[in-house]
């Protein structure tokens, strides 16, 4: 089963960096950048996408998208650094979209509280 | 919309320390980087840059400084350019892409008469169609024997992948060998990806299949093959489907080196797809025309010989036919960072200097930068060689003129008619309807702008007096 997170850029930059950071290659992480024009420049993260593969990686993630209001400021910071035509100077944090992809491949969205019952089913 | 939570005093987004932005063009090979920075150096680069008369030492001391701050941007953009010109299929693309970038020109230049501005020209579908492939999504389903591919709207899923995937991934390998000086380890690479906003895609779908050290070591490997072919996308998968099913453990028993190892691959999508002749390679024909195959090295000099008007071209032929010593270093370049970046000295291998980004342009992110104050630096090769067939014109005078032509036509064909907001002159007739928008230098008055003249050369016309329409122009360099 897979976790799609969509929402800002900045956002999915740290929860792509704090879930590599906590969780490796066990979280079968997969970043999914913009794929606009045709100028090959950085990324823009639109979605990462996280199988979760077990109580303990469900529980981690579920940590790490709760404590993002903690570090606010490190988003911030990427927020400052990526794309100019990106760039948000009045910087907010909105709400993640949250997609929860089937054994069949099929989606459905969730919101924040449903990762807590996802780690008790996958327990 | 769900909850919102402010930030804290803007007084922070003073102290932050902001990084550059930077882009290769993928028809030119030309870098484009907008530095930002908060230290003395930076600050007094933008006072040398609006100080009049300009010093002698600014160009200089801004490519100093690029290089010297961002290297790890110029690193990564490096790596584009030396794909550009060494992969064909990203060559033959970029050669269409030229083309379809001067099409309007052209066809204005052959069409005289009255045209209401905004300009509308659309092009033709299968060549619009070509002009995406690079975005395409395709999905791979992984059996245990089978491969299945499939393109798909939704690019948010896992296992789907994109050319962009593959070339950025690519890059992204370089650069970290080049900035580490070695070969590295997939564990390490992975630490490395996550020290900022960096390209992992690709990465992470073959470190799932292959594991980290595998992915690490296969990734530019088989980006390079898939680039070696026509249809990438599907070459890349074919050498995939390969691995998967002889195991990665099986290609890194076999004691080989990588450029050992590409060939391998390579004769083995040539030995179920074929080679594609050159003249089965037209510009005039676009990319989803092409057949599936491999192109060969000779196959590839020829389409160097016949289109040879890209900035990268002298590039590209010393890379395929140069002298010994010149001849392959790109090709080396991509397969072997380490040996030609040296992280100590923070220096390049001087065999590399031929093999320079064609044109850099560096401008400084401050409100005091003055407009024009671009630095347009342009690699020394071709300055050295003349365009074939222009009578001892060298490349570095055509590169300029295609810049030109490629930052105005960009911009005006994106249907939009706005006026020209970084120039002054408003009342100028190009100005309003924004027909010099893509056009860099601002001039102190209307009448030394070099721009109209630009404008009739390249396409036959000028902008009547209200700057509603472009009427034809006959004699006075339009003809």
């Known amino acids: 089963m897979d976790l799609i997170i969509e929402g800002q850029p900045a ?89 929860l992809v089937a054994e069949d491949g099929s989606k459905r969205p969730i919101v924040e509280a449903d990762l807590a019952r996802l780690e008790a089913d996958a327990s | 919309m769900g909850r919102e939570r402010s930030l804290s005093s803007p007084l922070r987004l003073i102290c932050v320390m902001v990084p550059a932005h930077s882009y290769v063009d993928s028809v030119t090979g030309c870098v484009h980087l907008t530095l930002r920075g908060a ?22 001391d801004l490519y100093a400084y690029a290089w010297e701050r961002h290297r790890h941007l110029l ?90 995937d593959l070339i950025e991934g690519d890059a992204t390998v370089f650069q970290y060998r ?62 995939f489907g390969m691995i998967m099913h002889e195991g990665a453990d099986f290609f890194e028993s076999l ?77 080396e370049a991509l397969r072997y960072p380490e040996r030609f970046f040296d992280r100590r000295k923070r220096d390049f291998d001087p065999r590399l200097e031929d093999y320079l980004p064609p044109a850099i342009t560096i401008a400084l992110d401050a409100p005091d930068f003055p407009q024009g104050s671009t630095l347009l630096a342009l690699a020394p090769v071709l300055e050295q060689t003349p365009v074939p067939g222009l009578d001892g014109t060298p490349y570095s005078e055509m590169t300029s003129l295609v810049l030109k032509n490629r930052w105005v036509w960009r911009e005006l064909l994106d249907g939009e008619e706005r006026p020209n907001r970084k120039c002054p002159h408003a009342s100028c007739p190009y100005n309003s309807p924004g027909l010099c928008r893509g056009w860099l230098k601002v001039p102190p008055e209307p009448s030394n702008c070099e721009f109209p003249d630009f404008f009739t050369q390249t396409t036959k016309h000028r902008v009547n007096a209200d700057g509603t329409a472009l009427e034809p122009v006959v004699g006075e360099g339009g003809e």
């Not at chain 1, 990462?48 to 077990?54: E, F, K, M, T």
């Not at chain 2, 900035?179 to 997939?186: F, M, T, V």
């Not at chain 2, 990268?312 to 790109?330: C, F, H, N, S, W």
């Open chain 2, 75 to 164: 690193l990564h953009e490096w790596a584009h350019v030396l794909q550009l010109l060494s992969y064909p299929a990203l060559y033959l693309r970029a050669v269409r892409g030229g083309k379809a970038m001067v099409g309007p020109a052209f066809f204005l230049s052959a069409n005289p008469g009255n045209y209401a501005l905004p300009l509308d020209f659309r092009m033709d579908e299968r060549w619009a169609t070509s002009s995406l492939l690079s975005t395409v999504a395709v999905r791979a389903v992984v059996g245990e024997s089978s491969m299945e591919l499939s393109v798909v709207e939704d690019g948010v899923a896992r296992g789907v992948l994109t050319e962009r």
């Open chain 2, 178 to 239: 080049a900035e580490i000086s070695a070969r590295g380890l997939g564990r390490a690479f992975r630490n490395w990806l996550r020290e900022r906003p960096r390209y992992s895609r690709l990465f992470s779908f073959l470190a799932i299949h292959f594991g980290d050290d595998a992915a690490l070591r296969l990734l530019p490997i088989m980006v390079r093959v898939a680039f070696r072919a026509t249809r990438p996308l599907e070459a890349f998968f074919g050498c």
């Open chain 1, 11 to 99: 956002e999915l930059e740290w929860l792509r960096t704090e879930i590599e950071r906590t969780l490796g290659s066990e979280a079968g992480l997969e970043a999914v950048p913009a794929q606009d024009g045709d100028e090959m420049k950085e990324p823009l993260l639109i979605a990462v996408i996280v199988a979760l593969g077990g109580p303990e990686i469900v529980r981690a993630v579920t940590e790490i998208v709760a404590r993002r209001y903690e570090h606010a400021e490190e988003m911030q910071r990427l927020d400052l650094g990526l794309r100019e035509s990106e760039m948000h100077h009045e910087y907010k944090l909105a709400e993640l979209e949250l997609r």
């Open chain 2, 255 to 331: 004691e080989m080196d990588d450029e050992e190892l590409e060939d391998l691959l390579f004769t083995d999508l040539r030995s179920k797809h074929g080679s594609v002749d050159p003249d089965e390679l037209s510009m005039q024909r676009p990319e989803l025309d092409d057949l599936l195959g491999v192109i060969e090295v000779k196959a590839f000099a020829e389409i160097v010989r016949r289109y040879p008007q890209l900035p990268v071209a002298p590039l590209t032929k010393i890379d395929l036919e140069g002298e010994d010593g010149q001849r392959g270093v790109a090709r």
């Open chain 2, 39 to 60: 230290d003395d150096e930076f600050a007094e680069l933008v006072r040398m840059a609006g100080a009049v008369p300009r010093e002698q030492s600014f160009k200089q």
